[in-house]
Nanobody, 127 residues
């Protein structure tokens, strides 16, 4: 079983930046996707970004965050990151680090496919 612990959320002004961190421990999937999804109050979960496990493939981003957010991982530190730049108020949500045995192309579109997730970290962007 994999354990995921997020940090780095907080408040920012529109146009600002935040960097989320996820510490991964336990037994991650040998293949599939590590990524982030978010959920705003009263809204469905939305996939944000994903990066393949044990893959050299390019990360996958939701259209709403492409060119603003960057997902990366440090395998030596068992850590996943989400650098968020040029934040907008619509980015306000609880952000979850997640893992799935499914391909990133699947779970970034349908985040219910993430089998494991952390407790979440709140991101609030003021206009």
């Amino acid at each position: 079983q994999v354990q995921l612990v997020e940090s780095g959320g907080g408040s920012a002004q529109a146009g600002g930046s935040l960097n989320l961190t996820c510490i991964v421990s336990g037994h991650p999937y040998s293949s599939g996707c590590m990524g982030w999804f978010r959920q705003a109050p009263g809204k469905k979960p939305q996939g944000v970004a994903g990066i393949g496990i044990g893959s050299d493939g390019s990360p996958i981003y939701a259209p709403s965050v492409k060119d603003r957010f960057t997902i990366s991982q440090d395998n030596a530190k068992n850590t996943l990151y989400l650098q968020m730049n040029n934040l907008i108020p619509e980015d306000t949500a609880m952000y979850y680090c997640a893992a799935s045995p499914l391909d990133c192309v699947v779970v970034v579109v349908a985040p219910q496919g993430f089998g494991s997730r952390g407790q979440g970290t709140q991101v609030t962007v003021a206009s």
